[in-house]
């Protein structure tokens, strides 16, 4: 139908032509020379508005075709493409051309041809044009040219091919990487002449449609001799080799386009200009993870040896503070390094990884409540308690230093504000660079204790040390008990009874252990020491059982989530809110409490027709870790709201209320 809308023409000549483009073929040669190769060139020139495609058209559209019919012992090259423009339409983005497009053949003659003969070449080319609608054209060209002895150029021919030497893509002096992690990806150049005072922008065009959306935003990242451009991968397989285009601009705004190859690796991000923004956000996600619940039971316990250093030297707590401090930027260093040798060797880590252990909940839950004993006074210091939690429990310098690692350790369920976007980026950089970032999160939570140590006079104002402290102690083991409970929970939420039954039962092991070592300390019992190391032998020798216990069947809010359930409803473009979550994460549950399970949000979630889907991370899984790595995350909470009728998604806050949730998905 649209062939007889548009008039389509046929012409047994050089040049077809209608209101939208004159198309000619043109020769860049008057005569050839037998088995002397020369170039066709099919010229597009299009009237201003309309516009051509590319090899790979973007999301709609169709590239140009020539079919030739040559004399027989003749062969013809692929067609050359120029190096397309981004063509915006709407939410759509095409590759193409406007103005001028000249596409380049090379043919050689076969060489039995003799002086005085004719070679006679006849084209059929279809092309589509488009603007507010698209048509599609053809023509049919013949041209015959003589054979002489030495092939003669066309000389008006000579500028037309000239622009299209300049437009057409070339090999550059350049290394290319390419990769993708889950919906993210990179391309990177490294060679000479790439720097911020030479390059102003740059734009990858892939040969394969599908490969990455077209429509995403390519940021470009550059530093003395490299620049990478960020991707979004589209939703085709990713092909061994990618081939495309990479067109740069210059300071002074001259294009040059060049014709690029790699086989796709490991996502390549260059952190020169990400780095000092991630440090940013990861101080602040730092200082604000000191006002998370899971981390107050630590300080609390901090604040007891605080308050003992009341009339102490100047000296002696700035290096009390600064002693603390260095225990939870180390810790962080020595978790960021775990993190990012985790992903180097394929493994699947997050902030927060560990506790997707029952192992790890277990042995950190039976470490907090014999930390709370110690306080308590059931025992001073000693066997059963880990080195970290027993040196903790101290004064001193080690026990400063002990209490930053605690700090740090009992801090991981939590991802406060800001530490998202940090620890996702950190672990998409190089090794320096990404322990830079957990540096700076962990200075950003021992900020007091470095202020106390700048200025130690702070430590004056406290109260005189007396009777009351030895309550303040015991008192303070409460909140230590009261994490061990939510650690319990937490295996519940993982294993169920069966987690919870052998979880109290190491307990009763440690709680045993630790009483027999402080009446062992108090002279009354001469083999308490031995039955305290019994015990913990005990209580350890439960890990593998539960280790090996099955998973509890979750009861998420929702349907349960998956990439491939996700896909489908977009498809359906219904709306979708995910929630992904996991038992440990006291965020989570605080805004599920708040804001997702309140009466008002599910009423509008029903009336709106949104389906939630839950991904569970309790125990980890792979697909909802590559999913977070995909959005940028690296912890949990994520939540996202899909609007119905398709979109990118939006990325909600990580602590939600009623209103502000309601706000968004309307």
């Not at 048509?135 to 150029?153: D, Q």
């Not at 069966?498 to 083999?527: E, P």
Request: with cysteine; net charge neutral.
């Amino acid at each position: 139908m649209w062939r007889l809308l548009a008039l389509l023409l046929t012409f047994p000549a050089l040049a077809a032509e209608t209101p939208r483009a004159r198309v000619t073929l043109v020769t860049e040669v008057a005569a050839i020379a037998s088995g002397v190769p020369f170039r066709l060139a099919l010229r597009q020139q299009l009237a201003p508005g309309w516009h051509t495609y590319w090899r790979n058209p973007g999301d709609a559209g169709q590239p140009p075709e020539v079919t030739l019919a040559l004399p027989e012992g003749a062969t013809a090259a692929p067609m050359q493409f120029p190096a397309p423009s981004r063509i915006p339409y709407g939410p759509l983005v095409n590759f193409g051309y406007e103005g001028e497009a000249i596409f380049t053949i090379a043919v050689t003659p076969p060489a039995a041809l003799r002086p005085g003969d004719t070679f006679a070449i006849e084209a059929t080319a279809t092309w589509l044009v488009c603007q507010e609608v698209c048509i599609p054209e053809e023509g049919r060209f013949t041209l015959t040219l003589p054979v002489e002895a030495a092939a003669r150029t066309a000389p008006d021919a000579a500028p037309v091919f000239a622009r299209a030497d300049a437009a057409a893509p070339r090999a550059g002096p350049f290394a290319m990487r390419i990769g993708f992690e889950g919906t993210r990806g990179a391309v990177e150049l490294t060679g000479p002449g790439l720097s911020r005072a030479t390059v102003r922008e740059a734009f990858f065009f892939p040969e394969a449609p599908g490969v990455i959306d077209n429509a995403a935003p390519q940021p470009l990242e550059l530093r003395d001799g490299a620049l990478s451009i960020g991707l979004r991968r589209g939703g085709e397989p990713i092909p061994p080799t990618i081939e495309g285009v990479i067109a740069i601009t210059d300071a002074g705004g001259q294009r040059s386009a060049f014709a690029v190859a790699a086989a796709p690796g490991a996502l390549p991000i260059q952190a020169a200009t990400t780095l000092w923004p991630a440090i940013g956000l990861a101080l602040l996600g730092g200082l604000v993870l000191n006002l998370m619940p899971c981390v107050f039971p630590v300080l609390a316990m901090k604040a007891l040896g605080l308050a003992r250093m009341s009339g102490a030297t100047r000296g002696t707590v700035r290096a009390h503070g600064v002693s603390t401090a260095a225990g939870v930027i180390l810790s962080f260093i020595a978790l960021g390094g775990g993190l990012v040798a985790l992903r180097a060797a394929g493994g699947v880590a997050g902030w927060g990884f560990q506790f997707t252990s029952p192992v790890f909940v277990a042995g950190m839950a039976w470490l907090i409540f014999a930390v709370g004993l110690n306080l308590a006074g059931v025992f001073a210091v000693g066997g059963p308690v880990a080195a970290g939690g027993r040196l903790a429990a101290t004064p001193g310098h080690a026990g400063a230093f002990f209490t930053g690692v605690l700090a740090v350790l009992v801090a991981t369920p939590c991802t406060a504000p800001f530490m998202a976007a940090a620890i996702g980026a950190a672990l998409a950089m190089p090794t320096g660079p990404a322990l830079a970032v957990f540096a700076a999160m962990g200075a950003g939570m021992a900020l007091p204790y470095l202020l106390l140590a700048v200025a130690p006079g702070l430590a004056r104002r406290l109260p005189r040390p007396g009777a009351w402290m030895e309550r303040l102690r015991q008192a303070l083991a409460f909140p230590m008990f009261a994490t061990a409970a939510w650690l319990v929970w937490v295996l519940s939420e993982q294993l169920g009874s069966t987690g919870v039954f052998w979880a109290l039962a190491g307990a009763v092991l440690i709680g045993f252990g630790a009483w027999a070592l402080g009446v062992a300390q108090a002279g009354g019992w001469r083999f308490g020491r031995a039955v305290a190391s019994a015990m913990a032998i005990g209580a350890l020798a439960l890990l593998p059982v539960l280790a090996a216990a099955p998973a509890a069947v979750a009861d998420p809010m929702g349907e349960a989530w998956s990439e491939t359930r996700l896909a489908a409803l977009r498809a359906e473009s219904r709306p979708v809110f995910v929630n992904i979550t996991a038992a440990w994460c006291i965020t989570c549950k605080v805004n599920e409490r708040v804001a997702l399970g309140t009466e008002g949000v599910r009423r509008a979630f029903a009336e709106r027709g949104i389906v939630e889907l839950t991904g569970d991370w309790t125990r980890g899984d792979a697909a909802i870790s590559g999913f977070l790595r995909a959005q940028g995350h690296d912890g949990v909470p994520l939540y996202l709201f899909y609007p119905a009728g398709g979109g990118a998604p939006r990325v909600l806050p990580q602590i939600l209320t009623e209103g502000s949730l309601l706000r968004a998905i309307e």
